[in-house]
């Protein structure tokens, strides 16, 4: 697995490159033509555009010379908002040519240009009185103070540039950067409350403007991680390290009298208030301007309790992560995990490829049994104490690609005591039970093998059993299989029923973009995300359908990649995205004859017992563990996830 994913890392650093090459050529063209018309600013904005991609291929000294040249035409360009933002470009380029980041120094923050450059810029905004790009040069001179540890000065840049932000209404989103910014400064001097409040005053700035930042350039989506996710877990770290402090030296009793001032409960509230509205931007920022939230609760992230049901959340931050929980009777209590991210991703990468080994027969639970350490064993008691039957689990990054079933407590799989759901936000999750009363189903599938933009997916030979399972299970089905299932197909079968339940059974893969994001149709086609959305969507609005929504999606055989959070992200956000109140989905592709025989048992316990969707699922799996040989084996039944509404 890990050999694969290297090749097709090198494969995609390869294409990378060469669609670098490709806009270098362009550019180049583009620039010269600029020349030839003696149009200064179009060939500025070439040779800057054209610094980045040349350090990418390596070509340093023809960067150091564009970089050069379009220094020396910024001069020759008349005052304007244009020639601040050019030199300000400039500037970043100069001290750190390659993924300029707040969240790390540039590697030359002392250098001279980048002064004179910002310098110039502040003088060319003031002239012009454009306070916006004002506040941006103001901004981006006080982080280069920052990055030399001159915390006074940068301080005063920083709030000169959080007052020209304040002269333009379109500004706020450069404020909320110099909010972070004051932030960061006071966390450095050891000013926790100072930090924390001009935190605080950041994410207030985001919310403000979020539909604007959050779905703004689909192609900049990434830019979401350096840009807003650290403000939020900044905030949280600081609000955590106040709840859960660390043993304090007895030479400090000051700070000890103080950190006993502080109410726990209240800080863990705030923190998961916190936590649901990163949780929210990020779904927002995957899916873009297709993204509708619709709020089924609004503000219960924090204050939400469920008889016989643990909530629990977690968050990785640079150098620990911490899982919080909230009981049934509203208790709450958090725990950390001590070790730093990057090891964390690592451990979490290799439990989910442990998982996926089917050719290990006999699995071997150890690493299981570390992540149940962390994640799950602190509370153990609590859980026990509170009658706990359901554990639900609003994810962050990586977390999100692997299954809390099969976490192991050194003597079964978490899931032979426990139901499981996921969900991104509470916010979003309808929360209630559903009526079983007029339950249909619609069951589409492939078993014929396909390919799709030239990738080749094998026959799904048991899916055609699969489909007719459900349809002989749930009176009142239909189905479309093979050619029969098309996007238009679906569409009218939606049209003309009403069902409770829309069953697919065929390849789909969820990609760190959405748009990627598809699953395989008759006739070589595909059916996107956006694309079943709207089916989904378009069903619910022909008739009176308030009662008769679609209460649950199920799709088999799907798959996200290993270590690909943002492709897990997409797969949190599904029964969001599609407008579904729960969704099952698998998280790698399962052997079709397992997936048949978990989704038999899976539907004879929601239809024929008063369980829930998660208690369903939940019989199902440890039915397979339980009756021993192949299937018993985590691979064939953990990567199944019930996500959104688990009642």
Same mark, same amino acid.
């Given at each position: 697995?890990?050999?694969?994913?290297?090749?097709?890392?090198?494969?995609?650093?390869?294409?990378?490159?060469?669609?670098?090459?490709?806009?270098?050529?362009?550019?180049?063209?583009?620039?010269?033509?600029?020349?030839?018309?003696?149009?200064?600013?179009?060939? !500025?904005?070439?040779?800057?555009?054209?610094?980045?991609?040349?350090?990418?291929?390596? @070509?340093?000294?023809?960067?150091?010379? @564009?970089?050069?040249?379009?220094?020396?035409?910024?001069?020759?360009?008349?005052?304007?908002?244009?020639?601040?933002?050019?030199?300000?470009?400039?500037?970043?380029?100069?001290?750190?040519?390659?993924?300029?980041s707040f969240e790390v120094c540039p590697s030359r923050p002392?250098? +001279?240009?980048?002064?004179?450059?910002?310098?110039?810029?502040?003088?060319?905004?003031?002239?012009?009185?454009?306070? =916006?790009?004002?506040?941006?040069?103001?901004?981006?001179?006080?982080?280069?103070?920052?990055?030399?540890?001159?915390?006074?000065? %940068?301080?005063?840049?920083?709030?000169?540039?959080?007052?020209?932000?304040?002269? $333009?209404?379109?500004?706020?989103?450069?404020?909320?950067?110099?909010?972070?910014?004051?932030?960061?400064?006071?966390?450095?001097?050891?000013?926790?409350?100072?930090?924390?409040?001009?935190? $605080?005053?950041?994410?207030?700035?985001?919310?403000?403007?979020?539909?604007?930042?959050?779905?703004?350039?689909?192609?900049?989506?990434?830019?979401?991680?350096?840009?807003?996710?650290?403000?939020?877990?900044?905030?949280?770290?600081?609000?955590?390290? =106040?709840?859960?402090?660390?043993?304090?030296?007895?030479?400090?009793?000051?700070?000890?009298?103080?950190?006993?001032?502080?109410?726990?409960?209240?800080?863990?509230?705030?923190?998961?208030?916190?936590?649901?509205?990163?949780?929210?931007?990020?779904?927002q920022n995957y899916f873009g301007d297709n993204c509708t939230?619709?709020?089924?609760?609004?503000?219960? @992230?924090?204050?939400?309790?469920?008889?016989?049901?643990?909530?629990?959340?977690?968050?990785?931050?640079?150098?620990?992560?911490?899982?919080?929980?909230?009981?049934?009777?509203?208790?709450?209590?958090?725990?950390?995990?001590?070790?730093?991210?990057?090891?964390?991703?690592?451990?979490?990468?290799?439990? =989910?490829?442990?998982?996926?080994?089917?050719?290990?027969?006999?699995?071997?639970?150890?690493?299981?049994?570390?992540?149940?350490?962390?994640?799950?064993?602190?509370?153990?008691?609590?859980?026990?104490?509170?009658?706990?039957?359901?554990?639900?689990?609003?994810?962050?990054?990586?977390?999100?690609?692997?299954?809390?079933?099969?976490?192991?407590?050194?003597k079964k799989f978490l899931v032979q005591k426990y139901a499981?759901?996921?969900?991104?936000?509470?916010?979003?999750?309808?929360?209630?039970?559903?009526?079983?009363?007029? !339950?249909?189903?619609?069951?589409?599938?492939?078993?014929?093998?396909?390919?799709?933009?030239?990738?080749?997916?094998?026959?799904?030979?048991?899916?055609?059993?699969?489909?007719?399972?459900?349809?002989?299970?749930?009176?009142?089905?239909?189905?479309?299989?093979?050619?029969?299932?098309?996007?238009?197909?679906?569409?009218?079968?939606?049209?003309?029923?009403?069902?409770?339940?829309?069953?697919?059974?065929?390849?789909?893969?969820?990609?760190?973009?959405?748009?990627?994001?598809?699953?395989?149709?008759?006739?070589?086609?595909?059916?996107?995300?956006?694309?079943? $959305?709207?089916?989904?969507?378009?069903?619910?609005?022909?008739?009176?359908?308030?009662?008769?929504?679609?209460?649950?999606?199920?799709? !088999?055989?799907?798959?996200?990649?290993?270590?690909?959070?943002?492709?897990?992200?997409?797969?949190?956000?599904?029964?969001?995205?599609?407008?579904?109140?729960?969704?099952?989905?698998?998280?790698?592709?399962?052997?079709?004859?397992? !997936?048949?025989?978990?989704?038999?048992?899976?539907?004879?316990?929601?239809?024929?017992?008063?369980?829930?969707? %998660?208690?369903?699922?939940?019989?199902?799996?440890?039915?397979?563990?339980?009756?021993?040989?192949?299937?018993?084996?985590?691979?064939?039944?953990?990567?199944?996830?019930?996500?959104? +509404?688990?009642?």
């Amino acid at each position: 697995m890990e050999a694969e994913d290297s090749d097709e890392a090198n494969i995609l650093t390869q294409e990378a490159l060469s669609y670098d090459k490709k806009a270098l050529a362009y550019l180049r063209e583009f620039s010269e033509q600029a020349g030839i018309q003696k149009n200064i600013q179009a060939q !500025t904005w070439a040779l800057i555009n054209s610094i980045e991609p040349l350090y990418r291929i390596q @070509a340093s000294s023809l960067a150091e010379e @564009a970089l050069q040249q379009a220094t020396f035409l910024l001069e020759r360009l008349p005052d304007s908002r244009t020639k601040a933002y050019a030199a300000i470009k400039l500037a970043k380029l100069t001290t750190q040519p390659v993924r300029y980041s707040f969240e790390v120094c540039p590697s030359r923050p002392e250098a +001279n240009a980048a002064h004179n450059l910002l310098n110039r810029a502040i003088s060319i905004a003031r002239n012009i009185k454009d306070s =916006r790009s004002e506040s941006f040069a103001l901004g981006e001179l006080g982080y280069l103070y920052e990055c030399r540890h001159d915390f006074s000065q %940068a301080l005063n840049l920083t709030r000169q540039a959080q007052w020209a932000a304040d002269m $333009e209404m379109a500004s706020k989103d450069s404020r909320y950067l110099w909010e972070w910014q004051a932030g960061r400064i006071f966390k450095a001097q050891h000013k926790e409350l100072d930090a924390i409040a001009a935190y $605080e005053k950041s994410i207030a700035t985001i919310e403000s403007i979020r539909d604007n930042i959050l779905v703004a350039n689909r192609d900049l989506q990434f830019d979401f991680r350096d840009s807003v996710s650290p403000i939020y877990r900044d905030l949280i770290g600081l609000k955590l390290a =106040r709840a859960l402090p660390k043993k304090i030296a007895e030479a400090n009793p000051a700070k000890q009298l103080k950190l006993d001032n502080i109410n726990p409960d209240k800080e863990l509230s705030f923190i998961i208030r916190i936590l649901d509205s990163l949780n929210l931007a990020e779904l927002q920022n995957y899916f873009g301007d297709n993204c509708t939230l619709n709020i089924a609760n609004q503000n219960i @992230a924090d204050t939400a309790v469920f008889s016989n049901t643990a909530i629990f959340h977690n968050v990785i931050l640079k150098n620990r992560s911490a899982i919080l929980v909230t009981f049934p009777n509203g208790d709450k209590k958090a725990a950390w995990i001590d070790v730093n991210r990057k090891t964390f991703v690592q451990e979490i990468n290799e439990f =989910r490829r442990g998982l996926e080994n089917f050719s290990d027969f006999n699995y071997d639970p150890t690493q299981a049994q570390k992540l149940y350490s962390w994640i799950v064993a602190p509370f153990a008691k609590e859980l026990e104490q509170a009658q706990v039957k359901t554990l639900v689990f609003i994810q962050d990054g990586i977390l999100r690609s692997v299954p809390m079933a099969a976490l192991h407590d050194g003597k079964k799989f978490l899931v032979q005591k426990y139901a499981f759901a996921y969900t991104p936000s509470l916010n979003l999750t309808e929360i209630k039970a559903s009526s079983k009363q007029t !339950t249909r189903a619609l069951a589409v599938g492939i078993s014929k093998a396909s390919i799709v933009d030239g990738k080749k997916f094998p026959a799904l030979i048991n899916v055609e059993a699969e489909i007719n399972q459900v349809e002989s299970e749930i009176p009142g089905s239909s189905k479309l299989l093979n050619e029969n299932f098309t996007r238009e197909r679906l569409q009218q079968k939606l049209d003309k029923g009403i069902y409770s339940i829309l069953h697919i059974a065929t390849h789909g893969e969820f990609a760190p973009k959405p748009e990627d994001t598809f699953l395989v149709t008759g006739n070589n086609s595909k059916l996107t995300i956006y694309e079943l $959305e709207t089916a989904i969507r378009n069903f619910k609005q022909t008739v009176n359908r308030k009662d008769n929504s679609v209460e649950l999606l199920m799709l !088999t055989a799907c798959q996200t990649a290993v270590g690909d959070d943002r492709a897990a992200l997409g797969m949190a956000g599904v029964a969001v995205q599609a407008g579904v109140k729960s969704a099952i989905a698998t998280l790698w592709f399962v052997q079709d004859a397992s !997936t048949a025989s978990l989704t038999n048992k899976f539907y004879l316990h929601l239809l024929n017992s008063q369980v829930s969707k %998660a208690e369903a699922l939940h019989m199902a799996q440890k039915a397979l563990i339980e009756e021993g040989g192949e299937y018993s084996h985590p691979a064939y039944w953990s990567g199944f996830i019930l996500i959104g +509404n688990w009642l």
